[in-house]
DNA sequence: CCCGGGATTTCCATCGTTATACGCGGTCCG
DNA sequence: CGGACCGCGTATAACGATGGAAATCCCGGG
């Protein structure tokens, strides 16, 4: 069912058909007609296949997440194949574990050329491992983690955002506010929300008491959990917590609560992402929201737009961001 | 860079090239060398579009799922992106919201010949719209619902699992046993879950009150949170509720944290699908718990056995599933 | 009646890879 | 010593679609 298929059934050219197929200009509208018939009477569909061989463009950009299992990602996920699809793009998932590895993996292209570009949220990846890309289709990257490298980027202020919520429990009368989620054994990942933090205990006249800062493995509930635990354990009771996403805020109110703690009265919390999670857990979570719905086009809209190998300088484009107040800040209304 | 631009770097016909690339075995140890040599000198990487042109096969099999902001879906997709990778196969990602349109339109084929085969995860898909597929790569369906048709369909006994829930719920003396989660206007999502709520209350001897199942309109947070609050507000008040995901549940359990009731010492909890969210709730919550990891790896593996064309039996396969207890049911150790 | 010229349609090469068929030495056997 | 056979490589034709050149058609004008 190809179009020499449709070429015999209708008794012209080959090209004639595709040139009906792609509405090219002059084509006589009973030319039109008699080959519209026959492709509709074998049921005929283009083979993408081949048109993206002959055209070198396969429709599809790959997104490489560091995992799905995070609704932050998940929703940002959601958001991108929507972007792409109003493009006519498909997308096709990676998730890294944020591990190095695989990061390096899908940024050297290992779906070798069946990819237009490429969006990538590094958590692990070195600037060097982006430099020896080989591969020349275009890459925009997401996230925190900051590279002086000809790619786009785009994120949030992360400082100005982390700083705005530390900020929050300052005004609430906090003075001890710990941070959650600083990665264990690395400086790189949550660097810029540190800075934040560390900004706005500043600006306040306090001391940055890094005995506050608890470092955690990974990014999920259990995570937060662990660092809390370990705080409480280690005999450190901070009024106030700020996570470096919404599941540790969320794994770690757990643990607050487990402990007889109440939020906010004794312990105030702000996470970051304002996933769905926070509005409905039994505290709401006040949280820092980006604007996942720009950050996603712009993704898209960026990658496409290097797509002619247009090679005006690479950006740094910031997302906006807003800081929602809940239940984990202000209590019960 | 192709296969010829290698060739002749090396001095040797294209297919030798090929060969050496596809380890095929009448290449002698010298041949082999000088082309690897030339291939590695030019960082040579094959073309899959074109091998795939070539093949009629793209490497890819696409995921439909309806929500990638449920984790439920989101874990697996992961799983099933993991074990997609554990067959050299990539996964194409799609989100339906659950709307038939979008259902329909994947089921067709939408992303025409890039894709081997179809893993679909239907909401609202009908049988005739799946009569009328002419595509011809392989699908698989997950989920609950269930259609008189020959594709293979993976799925936990979402009736035995809804039952032992309620019995479950029965054995701590709850009598009033609310269902969260009908679909509003559409009787068959929900359908088998329903069953079993009924099933295992016929057994126990009470009648199923109609007036306790509560319908919304999707499947999140929010739609479990509007539930549990209209059944509230109607007068009802259920000692137990059975929600038909964890989202519904947790959005229930957020309603009744607000209300000031207890749980589980007044309402207790029941979710279905383990998702993580349930294990770090103020309140964990007690799930059915699918066994993610097997119907991930199934659902890979049968679509890719019908790659071949080959026509066996449409079986329905049967995932394993528990239920795990915490302290929405059982309260606080 | 024939020709120029624009509008249509056809022909051919091409994208990068793999499959098929064959050529070319050399070896083995009768 | 000649022919069948084997192992290794090469040439060539697909796969399905598209872009550009060439061929054809149609009309009015000279």
Redesign the pocket.
């Known amino acids: 069912m190809?179009?020499?298929d449709v070429a015999l059934h209708a008794?012209?050219?080959?090209?004639?058909v595709?040139?009906v197929?792609?509405d090219?200009?002059?084509?006589?509208e009973?030319?039109r007609a008699r080959v519209q018939r026959s492709i509709d009477e074998l049921g005929?569909?283009?083979?993408l296949t081949?048109?993206h061989?002959?055209?070198?463009r396969t429709g599809i950009v790959a997104l490489a997440l560091p995992e799905l299992g995070n609704p932050y990602f998940a929703e940002l996920a959601a958001e991108i194949v929507d972007a792409a699809a109003a493009h006519d793009y498909t997308v096709l998932l990676d998730h890294t574990g944020g591990r190095r590895e695989r990061e390096i993996l899908v940024s050297q292209g290992f779906r070798t050329r069946v990819i237009d570009g490429l969006i990538l949220s590094p958590i692990e990846l070195e600037a060097e491992d982006l430099e020896e890309r080989a591969e020349q289709v275009p890459v925009v990257l997401l996230g925190e983690r900051e590279y002086d490298l000809p790619y786009d980027h785009i994120a949030i202020d992360n400082v100005a955002a982390a700083r705005e919520a530390v900020r929050h429990l300052l005004s609430l009368g906090r003075r001890n506010v710990a941070f959650l989620g600083a990665r264990r054994g690395s400086s790189r990942p949550a660097r810029l929300r540190l800075l934040g933090w560390r900004a706005a205990l500043d600006e306040a006249g306090l001391v940055a008491d890094d005995r506050l800062i608890a470092a955690t493995d990974g990014w999920g509930y259990a995570d937060g959990a662990a660092a809390m635990a370990g705080l409480l354990d280690a005999g450190h009771r901070p009024d106030a917590v700020f996570a470096y996403n919404d599941l540790i805020a969320i794994g770690a109110m757990r643990v607050l609560h487990e402990r007889g703690l109440r939020i906010p009265e004794d312990v105030a919390v702000v996470g970051f992402d304002d996933v769905v999670e926070g509005r409905f857990s039994a505290v709401t979570l006040t949280s820092v929201s980006p604007d996942k719905a720009f950050i996603a086009r712009q993704a898209v809209e960026s990658v496409l737009s290097r797509l002619g190998g247009a090679r005006h300088e690479a950006r740094r484009i910031h997302a906006g961001h807003s800081l929602v107040c809940r239940e984990s800040t202000l209590g019960r209304a």
Chains 1, 2 share one sequence.
């Open positions: 190809s179009l020499k008794g012209v050219s080959v090209k004639t595709s040139n197929v792609n090219f200009p002059h084509v006589t009973a030319m005929y569909r283009p083979n081949a048109r061989l002959r055209k070198g």
